[in-house]
């Protein structure tokens, strides 16, 4: 089965704080995804990234940055929090060539990471 | 992508069908219907897809419409452990830079015991 790990479920930081939030997936995944959720909101894309050091803006990508060092490894980057990106943020991957079957864009999603910025 | 309609919520009685439906009237030909459920303090996961056919999986049942303009996702037999949000995503067929799925808001589905 696909893993993908979150560093951590809960965390709380102050405002100015850079915070980074790790996303690991042991598939061999070429893309991996950030969304937050927020609620009346649903889930909005962050950013992605479908390769190594290859990153592309997803639907709000302010205030936020990213890493993609290693392939399995993605980052999410908050250089200066602040209270409203408390949220819960959920990471996601999937591989280059999807599974027919299973619509060739299956995502595979972490439990999340619930950021509290006070 | 195209954009979709979900109602908010809906219940069902627990060993009853629960029929999702979707409205997706501006999706394009070359676009599927992806849907997904979120059960409470976990990531979305997968359940079916579709592009103009009816489809069947160990999850659920999905009918589009001739005109595609609607679906209706089917859960044949409800149990509570389907009470989740679930999300009907129109999306290209993988290629190129279309690797997002758009999530919208979902529609709250609560079994009732």
């Known amino acids: 089965d696909v893993k993908v790990t979150q560093s951590s479920r809960y965390l709380v930081k102050r405002t100015g704080e850079k915070v980074f939030l790790e996303c690991v997936q042991d598939?061999?995944?070429?893309?991996m995804f950030w969304y937050r959720q927020d609620p009346g909101l649903g889930l909005r894309l962050i950013y992605f990234s479908y390769d190594v050091k290859m990153k592309e803006k997803g639907d709000i990508p302010e205030g936020y940055s990213v890493s993609r060092e290693k392939k399995e490894r993605f980052s999410l980057i908050l250089e200066s929090a602040s209270t409203n990106q408390t949220s819960m943020y959920l990471c996601?991957?999937?591989?280059?060539?999807?599974?027919?079957?299973?619509?060739?864009?299956?995502?595979?999603f972490g439990p999340g990471t619930r950021l509290t910025v006070l | 992508d195209a954009k979709t309609t979900q109602p908010t919520s809906m219940d069902c009685a627990e060993g009853r069908a629960a029929n999702l439906p979707c409205n997706h009237s501006?999706?394009?030909?070359?676009?599927?219907v992806y849907w997904y459920r979120q059960i409470h303090s976990q990531g979305p996961q997968y359940i079916i897809h579709?592009?103009?056919n009816n489809e069947t999986n160990e999850m659920a049942s999905l009918i589009i419409t001739e005109d595609r303009k609607s679906s209706t996702l089917i859960l044949p037999h409800a149990t509570l452990r389907d009470t989740a949000v679930y999300y009907c995503i129109v999306s290209p067929r993988r290629g190129g830079s279309n690797y997002k799925l758009t999530f919208g808001k979902g529609t709250l589905l609560t079994v009732n015991p």
């Open positions: 996601a991957s999937s591989p280059l060539a999807g599974a027919p079957q299973r619509g060739y864009n299956e995502q595979f």
């Open positions: 598939m061999d995944h070429e893309n």
């Open positions: 579709g592009l103009k």
């Open positions: 501006t999706i394009s030909g070359n676009e599927y």
